[in-house]
């Protein structure tokens, strides 16, 4: 199989995230970070792998005005304390999407898998943008080329911790009890908890007994994210996925979930500014956003500056080979 056939351009004549140049051929993959759509989790109704959410990629690139993306590259940036590449000769693609196939949902899953394995031996650091919160699965999975046992850093308002839900393993909810079956996942620590989700009982037992850090949005708020931190092993590997309800609504409302009393953006910027200087976070997700859930571009804002803080941060924490 070519990687051709495994990842696509951008639809909707959408262009690259900040207009970073486009890179399918990832068997020549030479970047420091590789941006990659996954638009599509594994759905719960047999009919459709399409949703709302499945639109965020493209519509996230498409998101910033031009002399936004100009600004971004080229200007002071507050966040980070100067230009986002810090005068570095760095490199960032963007890999476009993750092919589906309507008539056999997993294909999406196993494209995604084979693009992260790429991008993860070629040395970048991957950026994936969902889609809902199963795709993180397949991308979870190909962390075992690293051969060395992962810290999961996860930002959520839910626990993710279903066996299944209507028959289905790998769908939204079930993204960290899969992670937990995998030998090189090793901490797990869940930041955000909050309000009711699709967890009972057995679920919140089950994420205990395997040592899961489970940190409620209440609690983080009490101890602050400083805390928060030095909960985390230090060292790493890390990989960190962040589901956007587990940011509060009031700065990122394009969700299914809104549910009060999430991470503010102080919290999200300290936690992905901590996280690169406590060790090398090799990558992370952004997945749930419900483009049509959005406020004033809000959302879309927001994202952009999460992940430029990311690409800033861990550039200057060295992490970029």
Known sequence: MTTQQFTAPPGNNSRTFLDFPLALS???????????GIPFGMPYEPESMAND?????????????????????????????GHLFDGQ????????NVCADPADHKAHYRNAELAARKIFSSGAILIALGGDHGVPIPVMRALEVFDEPFT??????????????????????????????????????????????????????????????????????????????????????YYLTIDADGIDPTIMPAVMAQTPGGLDWVQVRKLLHGLVNKGRVVGMDLVEIAPRYDVGNTTMIHAERLICNFIGASIRAGHCR
Request: contains cysteine; aromatic residues 6%.
């Open 26 to 36: 990832l068997d020549e993959l030479q970047a420091h970070f590789a941006i990659l």
């Open 53 to 81: 959410q499945s639109t965020a990629p493209d519509i996230l690139r498409q998101a910033p005005a031009k002399v936004d993306i100009e600004y971004t590259k080229d200007h002071f940036d507050w966040d980070l304390g």
């Open 89 to 96: 000769d760095i490199s960032v693609v963007d890999c476009g």
């Open 152 to 237: 999961l850093v996860q930002v959520d308002a839910h626990l993710d911790w279903r066996h299944d839900v209507n028959g289905e393993t790998e769908g939204y909810s079930s993204p960290i009890r899969r992670a937990s079956e995998m030998p090189w996942i090793d901490k797990i620590v869940q930041i955000g908890l909050r309000g009711i989700g699709s967890a009972r009982q057995g679920e919140v037992d089950d994420a205990r007994a395997y040592g899961a850090d489970l940190i409620s949005a209440y609690e983080m708020h009490d101890i602050g994210m400083d805390a928060v931190l030095d909960r985390i092993p230090d060292g790493g590997p």
